[in-house]
């Protein structure tokens, strides 16, 4: 059975840092394209993050670009989001999400198609 597992999740103030990671028993790892999802109460969940398969092509949304990072290690089939400089918007549930691509680019920018999802990780950011 796959399985996504995030964690990292936590309380933290403004300004401050959290590196979360999705560990997948994905067989065959290097082939999928994997991003990173955020939803809070009564909103829909949104893109934060997407990487490919070897990691030399990244995304951002622009509420977090020069904050976040997403990076990966096929090795140890796991995927990470860096968040620097944590604002009080950015509190929600993370989620890790997998879609199979092979050599090709990344995922898409919306919850549609992709095959796999973690539980998700509480991130909250204290003012």
């Known amino acids: 059975q796959v399985q996504l597992v995030e964690s990292g999740g936590g309380l933290v103030q403004t300004g401050g840092s959290l590196r979360l990671s999705c560990a997948a028993s994905l067989r065959s790892f290097s082939t999928y394209a994997l991003s990173w999802f955020r939803q809070t109460p009564g909103k829909e969940r949104e893109f934060v993050a997407g990487i490919n398969w070897s990691g030399s092509s990244t995304a951002y949304a622009d509420s977090v670009k020069g904050r976040f990072s997403i990076s990966r290690d096929n090795a140890k089939k796991t995927v990470y989001l860096q968040m620097n400089n944590l604002k009080p918007e950015a509190t929600a549930v993370y989620y890790c999400?997998?879609?199979?691509?092979?050599?090709?680019?990344?995922?898409?920018?919306?919850?549609?198609?992709?095959?796999?999802w973690g539980q998700g990780t509480q991130v909250t950011v204290s003012s």
């Open positions: 999400a997998a879609l199979r691509r092979g050599a090709g680019g990344l995922g898409p920018r919306t919850t549609y198609n992709y095959e796999y």
